[in-house]
């Protein structure tokens, strides 16, 4: 049987695309899989699926943060060649036939470990500009696939295919996903959500304007894990934190939402209308790129951080926006899945 090993972390954008990769390996029971990563994030979303997990402790680039940074810095190399000797222990004990890196810190150690032992490496690149993970471990990758098609042209070895989507995401029906919330079919529903922890600014800016908007609509809010707070309002839902995001987006007419690779790319294979707030300040500006090039391509709308007390007006946009809801339906994005996964198996049974 083939061996899948598996890593990227951080981030739910570097570990979810991962796991829609492998659920449908497991599912097809031809293939070992296991993940190498952290003990952050993506030890805790893995687990769910009962497969071997090493950690490794991983150094992370502070970018930014003045002396106090730079002194961290520093110790970065003599930590990174502990993680390094932590990934090439795990890879040696499950002894893959290849190695599949969703970038993020925790996959250096893990690609150059790989590339000293010989084992092929793939790699992919969910934003529309490289990050720097993907980009130090391009040379060791047999190759790098892009969820944009200008991305791939950043990599010698770059391939366009377009992001990895679990199932789930993209099986919920309107119907069944409406009739187990208790929603009706006639009724408008916005969907909000932050990101894997949520965003508090966008839980305030969403809370502050909460009594007008479920006076015309169903709002469905995942704020992250603390967060939610009391309210009697008829119309509006909170979770903390939810599985099953398939049945919320099945039930949405609109999605208000962070502008991360994988939320956008499963907006649009939902084809559903997607008002985005790009994060600023806290990252590369990964999120104002994914979303203004499908805006320019008037695929979604945009509402930049800064004017986010503006949300009912650009809400009320996107919904009655017919000509996005027309060229949503008639685009294609299909995921990347099947793709990826016969590109790793021709590269093993070579």
């Known amino acids: 049987m083939r ?3 598996f890593t990227g972390g951080g981030s739910a954008g570097h570990v979810v695309p991962n796991i829609a990769l492998i659920e449908q390996l497991l599912s097809e ?3 070992d899989v296991c993940y190498i990563g952290t003990n952050g994030i993506e030890k805790g979303i893995v687990a769910e699926w009962n497969i071997p997990y090493y950690a490794v402790d991983c150094p992370k680039l502070i970018r930014g943060g003045g002396f106090a940074a730079f002194k961290k810095n520093l110790k970065i190399p003599a930590a990174f060649f502990r ?3 932590q990934a090439k222990k795990g890879l040696q004990t499950f002894q893959p036939d290849a190695v599949f890196s969703k970038g ?3 996959a250096l150690p893990v690609v150059f470990a790989a590339k000293k032992l010989k084992i092929p490496c793939f790699a992919h690149e969910s934003d529309f500009s490289p990050g720097l993970a993907n980009k130090l471990s391009a040379r060791a990758c047999k190759k790098i ?7 791939a042209k950043r990599f010698r070895r770059g391939v366009h295919s377009g992001a990895p989507i679990k199932r789930a995401v993209l099986s919920a029906t ?3 996903a409406r009739k187990r919330l208790n929603i009706g079919f006639h009724q408008t529903v916005i969907l909000v959500f932050g990101g894997g922890s949520g965003s508090q600014i966008i839980n305030d800016a969403l809370r502050k304007h909460i009594k007008t908007l479920t006076e015309k609509y169903v709002v469905l809010h995942v704020c992250g894990k603390g967060n939610s707070v009391e ?3 008829q119309n509006y839902r909170q979770f903390e934190f939810v ?3 398939g049945s919320l987006y099945a039930c949405a007419d609109l999605l208000v939402a962070r502008a991360g690779a994988g939320t956008v790319f499963e907006a649009l294979a939902l084809k559903k209308p997607a008002l985005f707030i790009p994060l600023e300040g806290q990252t590369r500006g990964d999120q104002w790129e994914n979303a203004e090039y499908f805006s320019q391509k008037g695929l979604c709308k945009v509402l930049p951080q800064s004017q986010i007390n503006r949300l009912p007006t650009a809400i009320e946009k996107t919904l009655t926006d017919e000509g996005l809801k027309a060229r949503l339906n008639e685009s294609s994005f299909p995921p990347a899945n099947d793709f990826i996964l016969q590109e790793l198996e021709r590269a093993i049974k070579k």
């Open 83 to 85: 993680a390094y000797k």
């Open 231 to 233: 309210s009697t309002l």
């Open 174 to 176: 309107k119907a069944e």
């Open 29 to 31: 029971g031809k293939t």
């Open 3 to 5: 061996k899948i090993l």
């Open 104 to 106: 993020g810190y925790v």
């Open 243 to 245: 599985s099953d995001m």
């Open 145 to 151: 696939f892009t969820s944009f098609p200008e991305t």
